[in-house]
Each structure stands twice: as C-alpha cells, then as structure tokens.
C-alpha cells in the first residue's frame, strides 16, 4: 500500500472557523510533511515532522499548527485563517535513513478555501 | 538550497520520446537529482533519482552531465497520460525536503 490519503478532498471556511486537515499513510515512513500550493505555483514546503518530532517549521504563520499524534497521521490545524490562505494543502510521507533521497509519496491534497 | 532551472513548457507528440532539461550550475556534492510531476487535480508524483551515474526504471530515464551540472529527463513514449508539470530537484538528504522549482510544463499532443 503506497497510498496517502487526506481528508477532507474540500474545504470551505469563514476567517473565524477553526478546522483540521487530516493525513494519513500505512507505509512504516517514519517523515511526514506539509506543502502548500497556490494556484499555478510549485508546492512550498511548510513543515516537516521526523519520528512524530517537528523539524521543519519554514516560519509558517502560528494559525497553522501541526501534529503528528502517532507515526502513521499527520494533522494541521486551521483557526482563523486568511482568504490568502486559500491553496491546495499537499501532505507527503518517506522512510527516513533511506539513504539515496528519501521518495516522497504525496497524498491528493485538501483543497481549502477561506472566505 | 542549490536551485534547478528548467524550460516554463515544451511539447511533444504522443508515443515519441521526449527529452526534459535541467540546469543546476551550483549543485554541491552531496546532493541528488529528483524528478516529480505533478498531473492536474493530483499531487506530485516521483518519477526518478539518480546522484551521478545514468538511471532507468520503469516510467523513466535520467542522464546526468559527467559535471553534474546539468541532467535530463527522457520519456521514451510520451502518452497523453504524460502530460504533467514535470519539477527537477536537488535534494540535500541531511535536510530531508523539497524545495521545487517552477517545473516544466509538458502537453502532449495526439
């Protein structure tokens, strides 16, 4: 099974909602990570997580916040967002220690909209 | 990060091989080259990787300059399901991350 899966596929909210995305991979990796892409751009990096450990904040703003509550799920959670936060939200997941780059398998993304 | 410079977009005909280039002047020793597309509504998928010497799987080739300060991309059969936005990407593994470029757009005409 090399599928990651996110829910939900779409999400709609207001500035003040507080909401959760969900990632989830049944592959052992022990990395997991957050991207975000705006429309017609390449995926940016936001987060990335090593052993259930945040390693990688890329000074993402605090109304994203991550979890990783256990090896095989990854959340970001959402409060009060802005509409410039509207993007696709893209979680990936590798092994670590794999040595020769580490293959990134990426799940279909949240796509979110912020009213 | 070492950064990729690849064409915005090319074109191909169905079932002819396709040749996608990418410059990276200022690649460091330790990192490798990576190759993912990302087909519409989907999230990017890995096509390949290689550090030095010439790769081959199943979806893919990849050459790489003898200077490592180039590489490329073969689709020995493009098919309509090719069509992607196709990303180069050097990879440090001490940091564990991919910072993508702009990708190349490749559309693939019947």
């Known amino acids: 099974d090399t599928e990651v899966t996110q829910t939900p596929k779409h999400l709609v909210m207001g500035m003040t909602n507080k909401k959760s995305l969900k990632c989830e991979q049944h592959?052992?990796?022990?990395?997991m990570y957050w991207y975000k892409q705006k429309a017609k751009k390449p995926p940016e990096l936001m987060f990335v997580y090593s052993y259930e450990k945040l390693s990688i904040n890329e000074s993402v703003p605090s109304r994203f916040s991550p979890e990783c509550p256990n090896s095989s799920l990854l959340n970001l959670h959402l409060h009060a967002l802005q509409p410039e936060d509207s993007a696709l939200y893209l979680c990936?997941?590798?092994?670590?220690?794999?040595?020769?780059?580490?293959?990134?398998?990426f799940g279909p993304g949240t796509r979110l909209l912020v009213l | 990060d070492a950064k990729t410079t690849q064409p915005n977009s090319m074109e191909s005909n169905e079932e002819e091989p396709v040749h996608l280039p990418c410059n990276h002047s200022t690649i460091s020793g330790t990192d490798y080259i990576h190759w993912y597309r990302q087909l519409p509504s989907q999230g990017p998928e890995y096509v390949i990787h290689?550090?030095?010497s010439n790769v081959n799987n199943r979806m893919a080739s990849l050459a790489i300059a003898e200077d490592r300060k180039s590489s490329t991309l073969i689709l020995h059969r493009a098919t309509l399901r090719d069509a992607a936005v196709y990303y180069c990407i050097l990879m440090d593994t001490g940091r564990r991350a991919l910072t993508f470029g702009s990708g190349t757009r490749l559309q693939v005409q019947p």
């Open positions: 290689g550090l030095t």
């Open positions: 592959m052992g990796h022990r990395a």
């Open positions: 990936a997941s590798s092994q670590v220690g794999a040595g020769e780059g580490e293959t990134q398998y």
